[in-house]
């Protein structure tokens, strides 16, 4: 089927398999390598993507689901001129990944966190990243870059 | 993992979607947010010729006051449960057991109806549901119904809802002291499906993964409407039960954990009213 997403604020249309997962077309359709494929079955959250500004895991919905909606990938995040979100700064400054893999996801579902929740507890960040594994389990860091990230003020 | 081949299909309303269901018979399944259906998918333990998107049906999505009631969409997403003021302050148990279920991505996602009408006996709001007596607003070819929650839940992802049907509405009646809550999950991650799982509500007690369907601990109910005490009353928790065994625990172990999580619910409930 034919859809038309809007990714990273650019419209992509493309005619793809009606049971395309929107984390193959954001890989393979329009090239943004930076979202991980970890376990597929909706635990891991390496996938995690935000469709309509939520986190979403993109390997449990389907491209023709994001038909006509909006989706932001780690590579959005970054303004125009380069400069890192928030999170991604506190990323870098905390240190706050290992291995690297899950950090995408990690991110991605930390901007949305911070949107519904500017400035959670760390029992919150902790809650808030449930449906994120770290296989490092370098978990320590990256609340810390949450908090971090919220005591930015970012979102507020 | 890809799921099989499908057809899909997307409806703009209700009525299309009834139209699409009744086009396609068997071969079609309704997909609301796909957080049940698309891993059972991949898995292949379900491959619908035809899937029928129901995600822009944003005429399913509220939470509303009714009065006596609320009423519920049934594509309100688990997110909107679990923040609706109206749900928070008039039936608590609903919105925190919405909050209970998988992580905020599949909240995101994952709806209230989709969840309902998958029918797993693993799954957290059905069993809340039950302890609420809500009802189920079904419509088809022939008009609107209404189930109660105990005639709904059949046995394994099987439920009251015939081919052809959608569920529209969840109606949940307002508890008369909606702070005497309480919902126990026993999970090994934080995103598990419950190993055992217990939903109170007043004296009603339900239970999560016990049988083949969500079920109501009877003999819980009936000591303390006969003045038992919590502890004597819960130790009756596995009673009436069927609960199976696997991989995560023995049919002894969920019996245990059954007997146990009730003994907290009832004493959270009890603390909170």
Redesign the interface.
């Known amino acids: 089927m034919k859809v038309e997403l809007t990714v990273n604020g650019k419209e992509i249309t493309a005619d793809v398999e009606d049971r395309m997962l929107l984390v193959h077309f954001l890989r393979d359709v329009a090239d943004l390598t930076a979202t991980n494929i970890g376990c597929e079955t909706t635990s891991c959250g390496a996938c995690t993507v935000l469709l309509d500004g939520e986190s979403v895991k993109s390997c449990t919905v389907l491209a023709a689901q994001a038909d006509g909606r909006s989706v932001t990938t780690l590579e959005g995040l970054a303004s125009d001129t380069g400069e890192m979100h928030p999170v991604q700064k506190a990323f870098h400054e905390e240190h706050g990944l290992q291995c690297g893999f899950c950090t995408p996801g990690m991110v991605m579902a930390l901007v949305s966190l911070l949107k519904e929740n500017p400035s959670p507890t760390e029992a919150e960040v902790r809650n808030g990243l449930e449906g994120n594994i770290c296989r490092c389990t370098g978990y320590h860091n990256i609340v810390r870059a949450a908090l971090a990230a919220a005591s930015t003020g970012v979102n507020k | ?8 299909r ?1 409806a703009s309303s209700v009525d299309e979607a009834l139209g699409l269901a009744a086009e396609y018979g068997d071969d079609a399944k309704y ?1 609301a947010g ?2 049940s259906l ?2 059972l998918m ?1 898995l292949r333990f379900a491959s619908p010729a035809v ?1 029928i ?1 129901l ?1 822009r049906l944003s005429e399913l999505s509220y939470v509303r006051d009714e009065g006596t009631h609320v009423a519920i969409g049934a594509l309100t997403r688990h ?1 909107d449960v679990a923040t609706s003021l109206l749900l928070l302050a008039d039936i608590p148990l609903l919105a925190h057991t919405a909050e209970a279920v ?5 909240r ?2 994952g709806t209230i109806g989709g969840s309902v009408a998958h029918g797993d006996a693993a799954s957290d709001l059905p069993a809340s549901l039950l302890a609420l007596d809500a009802s189920f607003v079904v419509r088809g070819p022939s008009g609107t119904r209404t189930i109660p929650a105990a005639e709904f839940f059949r046995g394994i992802f099987e439920t009251a809802i015939e081919p052809g049907e959608l569920l529209t509405e969840i109606q949940v009646p307002k508890p008369a002291n909606p702070a005497a809550w309480s919902f126990q999950k026993f999970t090994k991650r ?2 598990d499906w419950a190993i055992v799982g217990c939903a109170v509500q007043g004296n009603a007690v339900a239970l999560v993964n016990m049988g083949t369907t969500p079920l109501r601990a009877t003999a819980v109910e009936n000591a303390l409407a006969s003045g038992a005490p919590i502890a004597d009353a819960a130790a009756l928790a596995a009673e009436g039960t069927s609960a199976g065994s696997d991989i995560h625990a023995s049919k002894a172990y969920r019996e245990h954990l059954a007997r146990v999580l009730v003994k907290r619910a009832l004493e959270e409930a009890a603390a909170r009213s």
């Open positions: 993992m890809i799921p099989p081949a499908f057809t899909y997307r997909l796909g957080h698309l891993p991949k899937l998107d995600g997110h998988g992580d905020p991505q599949i995101h996602r934080a995103i």
